[in-house]
Each structure stands twice: as structure tokens, then as C-alpha cells.
């Protein structure tokens, strides 16, 4: 369909052509008739004058109407000319910078385009970046998965609190790296298996050295534009500190209510066991030299005075404990408990070995109860290797956490799996004359003084315990047992 506008030209150009057409004919025919007049007509003057007269006037009446059609058609291509636009192109030929206003409009769009993919370009790669960055910093530990369960992604946070780099983790089925965590795994498949989020469950696993840890974890799954599951997001949170205060300070009621009953049952203990040791002693003196019943009278003797011992370490352990702290480098501390062993002579085939960081700070500490947990804690180590082996001591000064660490380490036997987690439980002993109260009474003591102690296996031979004391002491007073109120 044509344009009104292009009807003009149109017209013009079936115009021009026609009156070209129409002078051309006239021509010829003036020609031919001349010829003819010739052919048919005498040779005469008078005859030859008439013809020429006669292609005069035909020539003469084109030539007029030739220059009145072109008078007429220059007329018609002015109108034609003013209704063109710059840049139009016409069937006629009337081109106005057509294509090179057509190549320039393509370019200037190309252009524009080219900026539009720029900055789409430039805003994706500023998004994926924001993004990346705070994956990066967010202190949680962020773990995604595919739908076949593959890791595709582990932020640095993740890799500290699990203490595995993201090169073993990235591309390998969680299935893999939580093996020794059926909880976790668990976990995980429901979220996928169900369509289902987990909020905030608590859950312990085992880290590749073997240690225990909380966690606090989330899942929530990930879609696609189109609400099709593609994978989902692990949050975690490290809470083993958390849980560690937790059971400290359920510790410390458990000791109270504890130290209240082994008080009383210490105090009456006592009681009944002087009258009857009065009465065994007094029959020792009545019995006559080398009576047989001597020595049966001699082991009630001795047995009374072990169930002393024991009812003295039972009050020590049940009484208020209040720390008084004294300005105390720990170094010195362990150096000087050391000393003490080396001087008695009794354990000439153990290797000591101290490792000590440098201009170790002074805190403030009750040196009396910590000299006591110390000392408990390397005779338990000698007793464990037997008067053989090596026995080290390391102190270090944690500046970031404002806390020092004491490690104390055997080359014993060490301590059955099973009976880890109950060494600091009062009466619990794996020694034949233990009493059990020892290491209740150092954990008693560590606490008493804001700070926690553990114990573990050494992966060689033998066993760590590590203790950690806050910078800052406060005064710590565990409630006195009622029946010392009355």
C-alpha cells in the first residue's frame, strides 16, 4: 500500500513520461508525412514551399507545447520537492541522504544498545560481588547444596568453625564430609527429601580430629524462577562455648547440692568413725603381745584411717570455696610445682618438658588452689606412665580472647573412650586406692575461678588436659553447705 504522500511522485513521473512519449510521436509523423508529400506530390517550387511551411507550423506548435510541458512539469516537481522530507526515499529517485541516515540511525542504536548491555553487564557483576563479599564476611558458617546433594558452595566460616579447608568440601557429596554425623546427614536429606525448612536445631558432631562441637544450624530450601527446588542453604553457628558455659553453670548448682550432702554425710561419718576407732584402739592396748587377734584389730585401725583420709578430702571438696586472687605469673607457678617433684628423687626416668611463651603477663589468681589443681593434675600424669616417660607442660597467652591456655600432657596408657566424660565426677576412680575426688576437686577449683578445663586422648599414647583462665578474675564464692548454718 502506498502512502499519500508517495502518490505525487507517482503521478509525476507517468506525466513526464507521456509528454516525452507524445513529441517523439509528432516528430516521427511530421518526418513520415513529409516523405510522403515528397513521393506523391510533382516537384514543384510552389509544392516544396508549402511542405516546408507546413513542418514549420507542426514544429513550431510542438516546440510550444513542449516548453509550455516543461514550464508545467518544473511547476509540478517544486510541489513534489517541498512535500519530501529530508532523508525519504522515492520510488522516483528522489533520494534525500536515505541510506546514510539509515546506516547512521542503525549505528547510534547499535550504540545505545552496546551502553544498555554494559551496564546490565557492570550491575550484574556489582551484584554477584555484593553478594560474594558478604558471604565472605558473615561470621556464620554458609554451606549450599545441589539437589544430588553436592556442595557448591563453603565461606571461610565455614571453614573455621569445621576446620576443613573448601577445596576438600566444594564438588563432594555432604554424605562425605559429615560421615561420622548421621544427625547432620539427616538433617540435610529432610530438607531436600521433605521440601521442608529446619529452624535453629542444636546438634553435636565430631570434627575430623576427633573433637566434639555444637552447632546451632538452619536449612531453607532454593528455588529457581520457575518455584522448582534446586538445592538448599546450611547456616551454622558454632555453640560450643555456649553450651560449655551452659553446663558450667549447671556444674556449679549440681556441686552445690552435692557438696551439701557429702558435707552432712562427711560430718556424721566423722562422728561414728572416732567412737569406733577409740574402741579399736583401746582394744589394741588391752590385747596381750602376740595375741592372734592383734592384727585383725590392726587392719580396723588401718581402715578407719583411710575412711579419714577419704571423709578429709570429702570435706575439702564439699566446703565453701572462695578465691582470693594474688597478682601470679603461671610460668613461675609451673616451674616451681616441677621443682618440688625433681627434689623428692622419685621419678629419676621422666622426661619434663616445658614449653612456655615469652614475657608471660601477671593475673591476678588464688596461687594456694591452683598450686593444689596443678599438682594434682602432673601426679595423676606420673602415676599414669608408671615412673616412665614424658610428661609436658605448655602455657600460652591468648592476646585476642584475653585468656591463657595450660596444656598437661602424659605418655600413659590414657583413658578409656567411654570413661571421658566422667573423670571430673566426684567418687569416680580408675585407681585401686583412689578416692575419686581429686580431679572433681581441680574441675571444682578451675571453676571457681571463671574458667573450664577438658581432657582427651592423645592420637599417639597417652592424655591432654587443657585449662583455660580468663584474664580478669572476679571473686567467686560457691555457696557453704546449709548444715554448716545450724
Known amino acids: ?66 516548453f509550455t510541458f516543461s514550464r508545467f512539469q518544473k511547476s509540478l516537481l517544486n510541489r513534489v520537492a517541498s512535500e519530501v522530507q529530508p532523508g525519504e526515499h522515492r520510488p522516483d529517485g528522489f533520494v534525500i541522504n536515505t541510506f546514510e541516515g539509515l546506516i547512521q540511525e542503525l549505528k547510534a542504536k547499535e550504540e545505545a544498545l552496546e ?110 524462577r520457575h518455584e522448582k527446588i534446586i538445592g538448599a542453604t546450611l547456616v551454622f ?81 564439699s566446703k565453701t570455696t572462695v578465691i582470693a586472687p594474688t597478682p601470679t605469673v603461671l610460668t613461675d607457678l609451673l616451674e616451681r610445682i616441677k621443682d618440688q617433684f625433681d627434689a623428692g628423687g622419685l621419678y629419676p626416668e621422666i622426661d619434663w618438658n616445658l614449653s612456655f611463651e615469652d614475657d608471660f603477663p601477671e593475673i591476678k589468681l588464688d596461687q594456694v588452689l591452683l598450686r593444689q589443681s596443678f599438682t594434682n593434675l602432673i601426679q595423676n600424669a606420673l602415676d599414669a606412665m608408671e615412673g616412665q616417660g614424658c610428661l609436658t607442660i605448655k602455657a600460652f597467652f591468648r592476646h585476642a580472647a584475653r585468656r591463657v591456655q595450660i596444656e598437661i600432657s602424659d605418655t600413659g596408657q590414657g583413658i578409656l573412650a567411654e570413661d571421658l566424660h566422667k573423670v571430673f565426677l566426684p567418687f569416680f576412680t580408675t585407681k585401686t586406692k583412689g578416692t575419686g575426688l581429686g580431679l572433681a576437686l581441680v574441675h571444682k577449683i578451675i571453676l571457681a575461678h571463671n574458667g573450664h578445663i577438658t581432657v582427651e586422648n592423645k592420637q599417639n599414647k597417652g592424655t591432654l588436659f587443657t585449662i583455660i583462665l580468663p584474664i580478669k578474675q572476679s571473686q567467686t564464692i560457691l555457696k557453704e553447705p546449709e548444715w554448716k548454718q545450724f
Open 237 to 317: 553457628t558454632d555453640l560450643t562455648e555456649k553450651k560449655m558455659l551452659e553446663e558450667q553453670v549447671e556444674l556449679k548448682k549440681r556441686l552445690v547440692m552435692m557438696g551439701e550432702m557429702s558435707a552432712w554425710v562427711a560430718h556424721e561419718f566423722r562422728s561414728y568413725m572416732g567412737t569406733i576407732l577409740g574402741f579399736a584402739r583401746l582394744l589394741e592396748k588391752k590385747l596381750d603381745e602376740g595375741d592372734e587377734r592383734q592384727p585383725m584389730v590392726a587392719s580396723i585401725t588401718d581402715e578407719l584411717l583411710s575412711m579419714e583420709h577419704l571423709i578429709t578430702e570429702l570435706l575439702s571438696y
Open 115 to 224: 551502553i544498555l548491555k554494559k551496564a546490565a553487564e557492570d550491575r550484574a557483576v556489582d551484584i554477584e560481588s555484593y553478594n560474594e563479599n558478604i558471604l565472605q564476611s558473615v561470621p556464620s558458617g554458609v554451606l549450599t547444596f545441589n539437589c544430588e546433594k553436592i556442595i557448591t558452595t563453603f565461606n571461610p566460616a565455614a571453614e573455621a568453625i569445621l576446620d576443613l579447608p573448601s577445596d576438600q568440601a566444594l564438588e563432594k557429596p555432604y554424605e562425605t564430609i559429615f560421615e561420622n554425623n548421621p544427625k547432620m546427614v539427616h538433617l540435610l536429606d529432610k530438607t531436600l527429601e521433605r521440601a521442608q525448612d529446619i529452624l535453629r536445631q542444636d546438634c553435636m558432631i565430631e570434627q575430623t580430629q576427633g573433637k566434639k562441637m555444637w552447632l546451632g544450624l538452619s536449612t531453607s530450601l532454593l528455588r529457581d
Open 1 to 66: 500500500m502506498i502512502s499519500d504522500k508517495k502518490k505525487p511522485q507517482g503521478r509525476l513521473f507517468t506525466f513526464t513520461s507521456f509528454g516525452t512519449f507524445l513529441f517523439l510521436i509528432l516528430a516521427l509523423l511530421s518526418v513520415l508525412f513529409l516523405k510522403i508529400s515528397i513521393v506523391l506530390t510533382p516537384a514543384s517550387e510552389e509544392t516544396t514551399a508549402d511542405v516546408i511551411l507546413l513542418l514549420v507550423k507542426v514544429f513550431s506548435v510542438a516546440g510550444i507545447g513542449l
